[in-house]
């Protein structure tokens, strides 16, 4: 949620500007960029070189830039539009003041009235300071704008006081916003289960049926549904892919009998279950307790068909809406909505083995999505980035327009 996001940190004078640098580093360690404008007074308590060494980004005070009298300037503009969120931290009586009357007479303010993103606020200051009337009436003014407090905590205070007027840890500022901004997103509260990836069988302890399925079309969902604000439960076979989002809870299998149980256990309260595992059909009767030497001239294996997951979630079905996977060679439209019907499924995704590209190698696919009201949406050859996005746009559209 935060990789590549631009957030534009305004630091204004107050003593808890200092605790700004662990925001940064916070902030930079989740992957957003950050730029860094102080105010006159700010430098007095934190330093520029500390900021800009942390965020990576010059530290900018005045439209001017060092060398004065030429024609390039820091231009509250483009950092107003570069943002895609800004927080002022701290938030002193005197900026949140200015912020909402319309003051213009540092880059802060003139860049805080260029911007178009969301914008948060974090007061700090003495608790009369934070109690006064013009202080509240400040806060409210600008709420009513559109911009998100993050509320001052009790505690000691610079003064030697007790009370309101803490800055909030740069923890909770980053909880705040993460939160917030989640709020907004399509499926925040929403939980989605998703299978990925191969299931392996094992012959015996060292061997195994398996398949080509690298996994990506389904991590690819689960990327696509944790940024859309969803929790996300990925039950995936054996793949080299990983997890770096907080919000996707990944349960790692091996066989399909393991993808079975473990996707039954997150089911009953699942919102959207999307099915994308290239799970194998058959199994080994038994496995075989030691390596099985090679004695003769042929082998023989017999094989039982493992439990399709997906038909057991379609007849356990209750809010749920499941989506499935079929990959055909030929009557794709016919036998895609057979399988459709007979999973009782919301929705089924259909590759073509006919279309190049599409299926479960490489890093593209080429989809048709197909509902049970036979309303078919085919897309072009994409990124299975780009074809998660087509999927969850489909579901979204169903479900949650
Ligand atoms: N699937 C599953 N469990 C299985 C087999 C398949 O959950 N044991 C799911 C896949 O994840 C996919 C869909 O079922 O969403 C595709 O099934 P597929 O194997 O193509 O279809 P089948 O119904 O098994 O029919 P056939 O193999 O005969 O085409």
């Known amino acids: 949620m935060w990789s590549g996001k631009n957030v534009l940190l305004g630091i204004t004078g107050g003593i808890a500007a200092y605790k700004t640098t662990f925001l940064v580093r916070l902030l930079i360690k989740a992957g957003a960029n950050v ?3 102080l105010t006159p007074s700010a430098s007095s308590f934190v330093s520029p070189l500390t900021l800009a060494t942390l965020s990576k980004n010059p530290v900018v005070t005045d439209f001017e830039k060092t060398e004065a009298h030429t024609t390039d300037w820091n231009n509250h503009v483009e950092l107003g539009l570069w943002a895609d969120f800004m927080v002022i931290a701290p938030a002193t009586a005197n900026t949140m003041s200015k912020m909402a009357n319309g003051a ?21 200051m003495d608790l009369d300071m934070y109690r006064h009337p013009s202080t509240v009436a400040s806060i409210e003014k600008l709420q009513s704008f ?11 205070l610079a003064s030697g ?8 840890e740069p923890e909770e500022i980053i909880a705040h916003i993460h939160k917030h901004l989640l709020a907004g997103l399509p499926l925040s509260g929403i939980k989605v289960l998703i299978t990925a990836g191969p299931t392996y069988e094992a012959i015996d302890p060292v061997r195994f049926i398996g398949n080509h399925s690298s996994g990506l079309m389904g991590f690819e969902l689960a990327k696509t549904a944790a940024n859309l604000g969803a929790e996300v439960y990925l039950v995936s076979g054996p793949t080299h892919l990983t997890v770096d989002n907080n919000a996707i809870h990944l349960i790692k299998v091996v066989s399909a009998d393991e993808m079975y149980d473990r996707v039954h256990d997150h089911f009953s309260d699942a919102d959207i279950v999307i099915c994308a595992a290239a799970v194998a059909d058959y199994r080994p009767k038994t496995m075989a307790e030691q390596k099985i030497k090679k004695s003769d001239e042929n082998l023989e294996l017999a094989l039982v068909k493992n439990k399709d997951i997906l038909l057991s979630l379609g007849e356990a079905k209750k809010q749920q809406y499941l ?8 009557n794709e439209l016919e036998n895609a909505k057979e399988k459709l019907k007979r999973k009782n499924l919301d929705a089924i995704v259909l590759n073509s083995l006919m279309d190049k590209g599409a ?16 309303n078919i949406e085919t ?10 996005k087509d999927i969850f746009n489909e579901i979204i559209k169903r479900r949650y327009a």
């Open 379 to 388: 897309f072009e050859l994409k990124t299975k980035a780009a074809v998660a």
């Open 35 to 37: 730029k860094i404008i």
């Open 359 to 374: 299926g479960f190698g490489g890093d593209s696919n080429k989809i048709t999505f197909i509902d049970t009201n036979s």
């Open 161 to 168: 006081l007790h009370g309101e007027g803490r800055m909030a």
């Open 104 to 124: 213009c007479d540092n880059l802060l303010l003139a860049t805080y009235l260029s911007a178009k993103c969301p914008v948060f606020f974090a007061p700090a």
């Open 323 to 330: 989506v499935g996977f079929a990959l055909e060679t030929e």
């Open 146 to 156: 559109g911009n998100v407090m993050i509320p001052a905590t009790s505690g000691e």
